[in-house]
């Protein structure tokens, strides 16, 4: 791949040719988004504030359930802080590389923070060029994902009011679709397998826990277990699985 | 637009830009402790099945696991899907096919035996 001109417009459309495949794969959970919004007796403006405000795909799917499951706001609020805990991860592997920013560069780039303009910014960022505009190419991840999450989502909250009970086609089948889609490449060694076994079983013990709370318990107990299956394996198994560290991969929005 | 529900919307945004911008404008400044990072990164995986599980294995509320509940049938056939293919859109579109398909079969199963 050669490298871009250095220029604010050439990274800008770099970026924004480099995460062109995650949009396009975001699009269905926009449009599902919006949608089960509407199933679920979401108000639309409620809808379309969780897109504008949040952005943060799985977060808003999660609190969609929620809300229509009648969870009270805090256990919602609590979950939506759990499910995004991923982007300090990303944002310290990102700091680094923008830390010359002034804060007029870092709030956009901090609000805008999602898996898909992770996953392809940090890969712009560790090639060797010397290029001085490299945040343009992160800029230019951004503002397309944005737009196209809001327009998705409104495509959705017309989708839902046109298409009589989504559920009745199972069309709510395509959440755990879609994450099992974004879960399975994840799987890339056996310290994340053991975690998302003992996920998936603590979900099964403790999915009649009130509030949805068996959520947040059944993924503590995955990171507790992935962190002492980690620890267990012997150190030459642990470097291995250190390079292969998981690359949080395209979530669709969801990833947010 | 209620307004607890504008609220929730407020504390959501709160808490997820309390994630993004501040560690990525004050990092430089701070050192995460390497145990916590070690941690952050099981999260994604963790999270996703706990949300997968019940949805596939109680769809209903109750843990069902009999060739009846479409749902986790139409599940097994996505993971593999999502296994050989790591494509999102195709996982995706042959889940929901492989729902229907099933839901297909035993409505004709039922019928064949009435």
């Given at each position: 791949m050669t490298a871009p001109t250095p220029s604010p417009r050439a990274e800008f459309l770099a970026g924004f040719r480099a995460v062109l495949?995650?949009?396009?794969?975001?699009?269905?959970?926009?449009?599902?988004?919006?949608?089960?919004?509407?199933?679920?007796?979401?108000?639309?403006?409620?809808?379309?504030?969780?897109?504008?405000?949040?952005?943060?795909?799985?977060?808003?799917?999660?609190?969609?359930?929620?809300?229509?499951?009648?969870?009270?706001?805090?256990?919602?609020?609590?979950?939506?802080?759990?499910?995004?805990?991923?982007?300090?991860?990303?944002?310290?592997t990102l700091a680094p590389h923008v830390k010359h920013l002034s804060q007029r560069w870092l709030l956009p780039l901090g609000f805008w923070l999602t898996d898909e303009s992770f996953i392809v910014t940090i890969q712009r960022y560790n090639r060797a060029d010397a290029s001085p505009f490299k945040h343009w190419f992160y800029l230019g991840t951004t503002i397309p994902m944005y737009i196209n999450w809001q327009f998705c989502t409104y495509v959705g909250l017309w989708?839902?009011?046109?298409?009589?009970?989504?559920?009745?086609?199972?069309?709510?089948?395509?959440?755990?679709?879609?994450?099992?889609?974004?879960?399975?490449?994840?799987?890339?060694?056996?310290?994340?397998?053991a975690s998302a076994l003992a996920a998936g079983i603590s979900a099964i013990i403790f999915h009649r826990l009130p509030h949805q709370l068996g959520l947040i318990v059944a993924a503590l107990c995955g990171v507790l277990v992935g962190m002492l299956a980690e620890h267990w394996s012997s150190s030459a198994i642990t470097a291995a699985s250190e390079d292969a560290a998981p690359t949080p991969t395209a979530q669709g929005q969801v990833k947010k | 637009?209620?307004?607890?529900?504008?609220?929730?919307?407020?504390?959501?945004?709160?808490?997820?830009?309390?994630?993004?911008?501040?560690?990525?404008?004050?990092?430089?400044?701070?050192?995460?402790?390497?145990?916590?990072?070690?941690?952050?990164?099981?999260?994604?995986?963790?999270?996703?099945?706990?949300?997968?599980?019940?949805?596939?294995?109680?769809?209903?509320?109750?843990?069902?696991?009999?060739?009846?509940?479409?749902?986790?049938?139409?599940?097994i056939i996505t993971a593999f899907v999502a296994w050989r293919t790591k494509n999102l859109l195709l996982t995706l579109a042959i889940g929901?096919?492989?729902?229907?398909?099933w839901r297909l079969l035993l409505a004709s199963a039922s019928f064949i035996q009435s």
């Open positions: 495949p995650l949009i396009i794969g975001s699009i269905p959970f926009g449009i599902i988004f919006g949608a089960l919004a509407v199933t679920g007796g979401i108000s639309p403006a409620t809808a379309a504030a969780m897109s504008a405000f949040v952005y943060a795909g799985s977060a808003q799917f999660v609190a969609v359930g929620m809300i229509t499951a009648g969870v009270g706001n805090w256990v919602i609020i609590l979950t939506t802080l759990i499910v995004n805990l991923r982007h300090i991860l990303y944002a310290t989708a839902g009011q046109v298409i009589p009970n989504p559920a009745a086609w199972g069309l709510d089948f395509a959440f755990p679709a879609a994450f099992l889609g974004m879960l399975i490449p994840q799987l890339v060694n056996r310290s994340i397998v | 637009m209620i307004l607890s529900e504008m609220l929730l919307v407020a504390g959501m945004a709160l808490v997820t830009f309390a994630m993004r911008y501040p560690v990525l404008a004050l990092v430089s400044k701070l050192t995460l402790p390497p145990t916590l990072m070690k941690a952050l990164k099981f999260i994604p995986p963790a999270v996703l099945t706990a949300i997968i599980v019940p949805a596939l294995f109680a769809p209903t509320g109750s843990v069902d696991f009999s060739l009846t509940n479409d749902y986790l049938i139409a599940g929901m096919a492989a729902l229907w398909g």
